[in-house]
């Protein structure tokens, strides 16, 4: 089974704090994807990597950046995390071909 | 903005009944389609998807597509208390370079009583 493993299950921190959560996969995926997902709003797309040193932004990148320097790890930065921030952080990965999504077991990040 | 729609429920069923989720999208040039299941607390795992027209059987799972009106729908038979859940819908675009995209809705609680 492939297995997407994300660093923190649970993360506390500062406002103003620069955050990295951490993604790998060991599936040899080209995709991968972080979400944060929100009561009442569902799962929004932050950024996506088709392939290695590749970034898209999603529907809602703002505030955050990404890192993808190899194939297996998908970095997630927030360069100055605020409150609004605070989320539980889902990170995903697929073969190219359109068979769906796996997911990790996703970071509750809270921003005080 | 593509758009995923699904009743957020609570949809409340007996323990053996049908359990029938709905989902509607708005991009016509969507091509697959995807059912997930999260329970609370925990991160979305894949039950099904679909991409031709017609159902799709899976043991107690049925996905059913109608892309002429934009509707894909899971029937879960034989409900049972486990499978009280939120229930993904998502549909599948293409970003370029061979990339896809999955845009979900915002899911459908379900609650099976016993």
């Known amino acids: 089974d492939v297995k997407v493993t994300q660093s923190s299950r649970y993360l506390v921190k500062r406002t103003g704090e620069k955050v990295f959560l951490e993604c790998v996969q060991d599936?040899?995926?080209?995709?991968m994807f972080w979400y944060r997902q929100d009561p009442g709003l569902g799962l929004r797309l932050i950024y996506f990597?088709?392939?290695?040193?590749?970034?898209e932004k999603g529907d809602i990148p703002e505030g955050y950046s990404v890192s993808r320097e190899k194939k297996e790890r998908f970095s997630l930065i927030l360069e100055s995390a605020s409150t609004n921030q605070t989320s539980m952080y889902l990170c995903?990965?697929?073969?190219?071909?359109?068979?769906?999504?796996?997911f990790g077991s996703g970071t509750r990040l809270t921003v005080v | 903005q593509k758009e995923v729609e699904q009743n957020s429920g609570p949809l409340s069923v007996p323990e053996g009944a049908i359990a029938s989720l709905n989902c509607t999208y708005s991009?016509?040039?969507?091509?697959?389609f995807f059912w997930y299941r999260q329970y609370s607390g925990k991160s979305p795992e894949l039950i099904m998807f679909?991409?031709?027209?017609g159902d799709k059987e899976d043991g107690r799972f049925t996905a059913q597509l109608n892309k002429a009106s934009q509707y894909v729908s899971l029937l879960i038979r034989d409900s049972q208390p486990s499978d009280s859940a939120t229930y993904l819908c998502?549909?599948?675009?293409?970003?370029?370079?061979?990339?896809?995209?999955?845009?979900f809705g915002k899911g459908t609680k379900l609650s099976v009583i016993p």
């Open positions: 995903a990965s697929s073969v190219t071909g359109g068979k769906g999504y796996t």
């Open positions: 599936m040899d995926h080209e995709n």
């Open positions: 990597s088709y392939d290695v040193k590749m970034k």
């Open positions: 991009d016509r040039g969507s091509q697959s």
């Open positions: 679909i991409y031709s027209n």
């Open positions: 998502a549909v599948m675009r293409e970003s370029g370079a061979g990339s896809y995209q999955l845009t």
